[in-house]
């Protein structure tokens, strides 16, 4: 890329930047319902490289988007602005960290190249944050803690792009570790790394290419949905958030949601926490069966209580299922469409993929893409 950036810049770059995609392997719609969560970072991601100017402005080229060709906008005027499309998420990140006292005197050159599939629900906005993050603390020496980058990196999303998501995405992207998945509360933001050693079996992310856009999508439905369901209960138990109850609670409390639809929505946060903390015990006792089970069961209830999956996904996740090397699949992500992950025996992995794309090919038409997700580490300086 360095070429690359030559190319369009006439001069070389000074600096190099990484920031990884996200799976989440179980605890899905949790994150704003005040529960747990269980990602990791893995090797696909977001690189950018830099060379400071000596005036304000801040050009950026995007080789996965070379059509839009140039933005470039002042470091005097960080409002948003459509026309600055996918940068938008550098400005909003020079924005605020700028409001938290930092100074960020001149401008830069940035070319940013990715190979997370966009629009998969692997979370190319949030390694975007978190690589503008790490490129403006490192380009102009600023003592940022990571967890303020983070939570910088959630800001963007919700008060300048407008986005009403958690924080999961940041987190693992920031915090990530290599062959470590994340057990995160996202309450209190209280983590701990848990060994992602799956022994014989690999991650398998699956692809429907169906294309996923946040903003589009039944997210913001769904959350207010969730917060309607916890005014009610709210009236019937001292919590903060539905994650508070616990399985048992809520079998006791659900019949004050006379709304089938807030019923379900509420199930799913309930019984998709409960999951989670079950798939941290038995991932740190290596029971991948278990593990496995859980991730069906998270799959069916994002389906059938949350409705979030769709054809393609569903598809995908059934053709998971019938094969007898695959311990478990389920979505991952906000869904409607997007990625989907199996653990898959690492000796079939290539009769697998081709077995699902069979199936899958056959109901929707195209074919989906696969990637063995290796876990890594999160956002960082190259050189």
């Known amino acids: 890329m360095e070429e690359k950036f030559k190319e369009q810049f006439g001069v070389e770059p000074t600096h190099s930047f990484f920031a990884p995609g996200r799976v989440n392997l179980i605890g899905e719609h949790t994150d704003y319902n005040g529960g747990h969560v269980f990602p990791c970072a893995i090797t696909q991601g977001t690189y950018g490289y830099v060379r400071p100017r000596e005036d304000k402005l801040v050009r950026c080229y ?12 002042s470091l005097d005027d960080l409002s948003y602005d459509k026309q600055d499309n996918w940068t938008n998420y550098i400005k909003g990140m020079y924005k605020f960290i700028n409001e938290e006292g930092y100074e960020t005197p001149y401008g830069l050159d940035i070319l940013v190249s990715g190979n997370i599939p966009n629009g998969a629900g692997l979370s190319s906005s949030a390694s975007l944050e978190l690589l503008a993050g790490v490129t403006i603390a490192g380009i102009y020496d600023l003592d940022i803690d990571r967890l303020t980058l983070i939570k910088l990196g959630q800001k963007v ?29 996202v309450n209190t933001l209280n983590y701990e790394y848990v060994p992602a050693e799956f022994g014989d079996y690999v991650i398998l992310i699956m692809n429907t290419n169906k294309r996923r856009e946040l903003t589009d999508s039944k997210y913001n439905q769904r959350r207010s949905e969730c917060e309607v369901a916890l005014a009610i209960l709210k009236d019937h138990a001292d919590i903060t958030n539905l994650c508070d109850l616990t399985n048992e609670e809520f079998a006791e409390l659900g019949k004050y949601l006379e709304d089938e639809i807030l019923y379900k929505r509420a199930k799913h946060a309930v019984t998709e926490n409960t999951r989670t903390k079950e798939a941290n015990r038995v991932l740190n006792q290596g029971n991948l069966e278990a593990f496995g089970k859980l991730m069906n069961q998270s799959h069916i209830s994002l389906r059938d209580n949350y409705d979030v999956t769709g054809i393609e996904l569903d598809t995908l996740v059934q053709a998971a299922w ?11 992500g906000a869904g409607m469409g997007g990625c989907a992950i199996a653990l898959v025996h690492k000796d079939q ?3 697998v993929k081709k077995n699902i794309q069979a199936s899958y090919t056959e109901t929707i038409s195209y074919a989906p893409s696969f990637y063995v997700a290796e876990v890594g580490d999160g956002a960082k300086q190259i050189q």
């Open 157 to 185: 999303e919700n008060e300048f792009l407008g986005l009403n998501t958690g924080i999961m995405d940041q987190f693992a992207i920031g915090m990530g570790k290599k062959d470590h998945a994340l057990y995160l509360d």
């Open 349 to 351: 992995v290539e009769s």
């Open 62 to 73: 995007s080789a996965n988007f070379e059509e839009i060709g140039m933005i470039e906008w």
């Open 322 to 332: 019938n094969q007898d090397e695959v311990l478990g699949a389920r979505m991952t």
